[in-house]
Protein backbone atom coordinates (compact mmCIF):
# COMPACT_ATOMS: atom_id res chain seq x y z
CA UNK A 1 0.00 0.00 0.00
CA UNK A 2 2.98 2.77 0.14
CA UNK A 3 3.81 1.88 -3.25
CA UNK A 4 6.85 -0.56 -2.55
CA UNK A 5 6.18 -2.41 -5.31
CA UNK A 6 10.12 -4.12 -5.48
CA UNK A 7 10.12 -5.12 -1.68
CA UNK A 8 6.22 -6.04 -1.45
CA UNK A 9 7.19 -8.29 -4.55
CA UNK A 10 10.04 -10.08 -2.37
CA UNK A 11 7.56 -10.09 1.14
CA UNK A 12 4.70 -11.61 -0.38
CA UNK A 13 6.71 -14.39 -2.80
CA UNK A 14 8.87 -15.18 0.76
CA UNK A 15 5.28 -16.04 2.83
CA UNK A 16 3.81 -18.28 -0.03
CA UNK A 17 7.11 -20.27 -0.85
CA UNK A 18 7.29 -20.43 3.38
CA UNK A 19 3.83 -21.33 4.24
CA UNK A 20 2.46 -22.57 1.19
CA UNK A 21 -0.62 -24.59 3.33
CA UNK A 22 -1.26 -20.89 4.84
CA UNK A 23 -4.82 -19.69 4.50
CA UNK A 24 -3.14 -16.82 3.91
CA UNK A 25 -0.55 -18.17 0.67
CA UNK A 26 -3.81 -17.79 -1.98
CA UNK A 27 -3.71 -13.91 -1.48
CA UNK A 28 -0.13 -13.85 -0.93
CA UNK A 29 0.42 -15.18 -4.03
CA UNK A 30 -2.03 -12.85 -5.67
CA UNK A 31 -0.85 -9.69 -4.69
CA UNK A 32 2.75 -10.87 -5.35
CA UNK A 33 1.39 -10.54 -8.43
CA UNK A 34 0.28 -7.40 -7.95
CA UNK A 35 3.18 -5.82 -6.86
CA UNK A 36 4.66 -6.95 -10.17
CA UNK A 37 1.62 -6.01 -12.08
CA UNK A 38 2.67 -2.59 -10.79
CA UNK A 39 6.40 -2.91 -11.82
CA UNK A 40 4.99 -2.63 -15.73
CA UNK A 41 6.80 -0.09 -17.66
CA UNK A 42 5.46 1.75 -20.26
CA UNK A 43 5.30 0.11 -23.59
CA UNK A 44 8.09 2.19 -24.84
CA UNK A 45 10.80 0.54 -22.08
CA UNK A 46 11.92 -2.57 -21.76
CA UNK A 47 8.67 -4.95 -21.29
CA UNK A 48 11.17 -7.34 -19.10
CA UNK A 49 8.77 -6.31 -15.79
CA UNK A 50 5.41 -6.91 -17.93
CA UNK A 51 6.45 -10.78 -19.13
CA UNK A 52 7.70 -11.57 -15.18
CA UNK A 53 4.15 -10.18 -14.54
CA UNK A 54 2.21 -12.19 -16.82
CA UNK A 55 3.92 -15.43 -15.69
CA UNK A 56 3.27 -14.50 -12.12
CA UNK A 57 -0.28 -14.14 -12.70
CA UNK A 58 -0.16 -17.41 -14.92
CA UNK A 59 1.03 -19.21 -12.02
CA UNK A 60 -1.74 -17.77 -9.76
CA UNK A 61 -4.29 -19.12 -11.81
CA UNK A 62 -2.57 -22.53 -12.45
CA UNK A 63 -2.50 -22.79 -8.24
CA UNK A 64 -5.58 -21.57 -7.62
CA UNK A 65 -7.70 -22.08 -10.64
CA UNK A 66 -10.75 -21.52 -8.75
CA UNK A 67 -9.86 -18.62 -7.39
CA UNK A 68 -12.57 -15.58 -6.75
CA UNK A 69 -9.84 -13.54 -8.19
CA UNK A 70 -9.64 -15.61 -11.18
CA UNK A 71 -11.08 -13.20 -13.33
CA UNK A 72 -9.71 -10.06 -12.33
CA UNK A 73 -6.17 -12.42 -13.10
CA UNK A 74 -7.40 -13.01 -16.20
CA UNK A 75 -8.04 -9.42 -17.25
CA UNK A 76 -5.08 -8.03 -16.07
CA UNK A 77 -2.85 -10.73 -18.27
CA UNK A 78 -5.03 -9.75 -21.50
CA UNK A 79 -4.34 -6.10 -20.53
CA UNK A 80 -0.15 -7.05 -19.78
CA UNK A 81 -0.47 -9.15 -23.10
CA UNK A 82 -2.06 -5.95 -25.36
CA UNK A 83 0.75 -3.42 -24.15
CA UNK A 84 3.08 -6.40 -25.43
CA UNK A 85 1.26 -6.24 -29.15
CA UNK A 86 1.87 -2.25 -28.01
CA UNK A 87 5.16 -2.62 -27.89
CA UNK A 88 5.77 -4.76 -30.71
CA UNK A 89 3.83 -3.17 -33.49
CA UNK A 90 5.85 0.11 -32.38
CA UNK A 91 8.80 -1.22 -33.02
CA UNK A 92 7.61 -2.65 -36.54
CA UNK A 93 6.26 0.89 -37.18
CA UNK A 94 9.33 2.39 -36.37
CA UNK A 95 10.99 1.11 -39.44
CA UNK A 96 8.29 2.66 -41.74
CA UNK A 97 8.37 5.98 -39.92
CA UNK A 98 12.33 5.96 -40.43
CA UNK A 99 11.61 5.56 -44.41
CA UNK A 100 13.46 1.59 -43.86
CA UNK A 101 11.03 0.83 -46.22
CA UNK A 102 12.30 -3.42 -46.55
CA UNK A 103 13.23 -3.82 -43.32
CA UNK A 104 9.33 -2.12 -42.59
CA UNK A 105 7.42 -4.68 -44.37
CA UNK A 106 9.49 -7.48 -43.10
CA UNK A 107 9.28 -6.24 -39.44
CA UNK A 108 5.51 -5.47 -39.67
CA UNK A 109 4.57 -8.88 -41.83
CA UNK A 110 6.20 -10.30 -39.04
CA UNK A 111 3.99 -8.40 -36.21
CA UNK A 112 1.15 -9.50 -38.03
CA UNK A 113 2.19 -13.34 -37.99
CA UNK A 114 3.12 -13.50 -34.33
CA UNK A 115 0.05 -11.35 -33.68
CA UNK A 116 -2.42 -12.22 -35.68
CA UNK A 117 -5.32 -11.30 -33.27
CA UNK A 118 -3.90 -7.75 -32.67
CA UNK A 119 -5.78 -4.71 -32.63
CA UNK A 120 -2.80 -3.52 -34.62
CA UNK A 121 -3.07 -5.81 -36.90
CA UNK A 122 -4.80 -4.35 -39.42
CA UNK A 123 -2.61 -0.79 -39.82
CA UNK A 124 0.19 -3.24 -39.88
CA UNK A 125 -1.50 -4.82 -42.85
CA UNK A 126 -1.55 -1.37 -44.24
CA UNK A 127 1.77 -0.29 -43.32
CA UNK A 128 3.61 -3.39 -45.18
CA UNK A 129 1.33 -2.61 -48.34
CA UNK A 130 2.13 0.70 -47.98
CA UNK A 131 5.74 -0.29 -47.07
CA UNK A 132 6.39 -2.67 -49.84
CA UNK A 133 4.89 -0.02 -52.47
CA UNK A 134 7.77 2.65 -51.57
CA UNK A 135 10.57 -0.46 -51.46
CA UNK A 136 9.97 -1.28 -55.20
CA UNK A 137 9.24 2.12 -56.22
CA UNK A 138 12.97 3.09 -54.96
CA UNK A 139 14.28 -0.18 -55.83
CA UNK A 140 16.86 -0.82 -59.01
CA UNK A 141 14.96 -1.33 -62.67
CA UNK A 142 16.11 -4.74 -62.57
CA UNK A 143 14.21 -5.85 -59.18
CA UNK A 144 10.67 -3.47 -59.33
CA UNK A 145 8.97 -5.87 -61.19
CA UNK A 146 9.15 -8.96 -58.58
CA UNK A 147 8.50 -6.70 -55.62
CA UNK A 148 5.83 -4.54 -57.13
CA UNK A 149 4.45 -8.30 -58.01
CA UNK A 150 5.01 -8.72 -53.74
CA UNK A 151 2.44 -5.45 -53.21
CA UNK A 152 -0.31 -6.62 -55.29
CA UNK A 153 -0.05 -10.02 -53.07
CA UNK A 154 -0.23 -8.14 -49.88
CA UNK A 155 -2.95 -5.37 -50.84
CA UNK A 156 -5.20 -9.36 -52.27
CA UNK A 157 -3.94 -10.22 -48.25
CA UNK A 158 -5.18 -7.33 -47.13
CA UNK A 159 -8.61 -6.82 -48.87
CA UNK A 160 -9.76 -10.44 -48.14
CA UNK A 161 -8.81 -10.03 -44.46
CA UNK A 162 -10.11 -6.58 -43.93
CA UNK A 163 -12.67 -5.88 -46.66
CA UNK A 164 -14.50 -3.04 -44.43
CA UNK A 165 -11.21 -1.61 -43.29
CA UNK A 166 -10.87 2.36 -42.81
CA UNK A 167 -7.39 1.84 -44.91
CA UNK A 168 -9.17 0.39 -47.66
CA UNK A 169 -9.48 4.02 -49.71
CA UNK A 170 -5.73 4.37 -49.32
CA UNK A 171 -4.60 0.26 -50.10
CA UNK A 172 -6.58 0.87 -53.61
CA UNK A 173 -4.81 4.09 -54.51
CA UNK A 174 -1.23 1.73 -53.49
CA UNK A 175 -2.73 -0.95 -55.53
CA UNK A 176 -3.52 1.38 -58.66
CA UNK A 177 -0.37 3.06 -58.38
CA UNK A 178 1.43 -0.30 -58.09
CA UNK A 179 -0.72 -1.58 -61.18
CA UNK A 180 0.72 1.40 -63.37
CA UNK A 181 4.08 1.15 -62.28
CA UNK A 182 3.71 -2.48 -63.61
CA UNK A 183 2.39 -1.96 -66.73
CA UNK A 184 4.53 1.20 -67.53
CA UNK A 185 7.61 -1.58 -66.50
CA UNK A 186 6.04 -4.46 -68.85
CA UNK A 187 5.53 -2.00 -71.93
CA UNK A 188 9.48 -0.99 -71.25
CA UNK A 189 10.40 -4.17 -71.37
CA UNK A 190 8.71 -4.87 -74.37
CA UNK A 191 9.69 -2.06 -75.75
CA UNK A 192 13.36 -2.75 -75.01
CA UNK A 193 13.06 -6.61 -76.59
Known amino acids: MQGNYILS ?3 FRTFHTTYPRSPLAEEAMFMQAQSLYQQSPSYQEDQTPTITAIEA ?13 ASEANKIIEELYQKLDRKDFYQAQLYYKLRYWRSAAVALDNF ?6 SPFSEEAAFLKLDAQYRFA ?10 RFDKVVDFFQAFVDQY ?9 ERVFDATQSALANLRKSENQNS
Open 57 to 69: YEEFLRRYPSSER
Open 112 to 117: QKEHAS
Open 163 to 171: PESKYRRDA
Open 9 to 11: DAY
Open 137 to 146: LESVPGKQEE
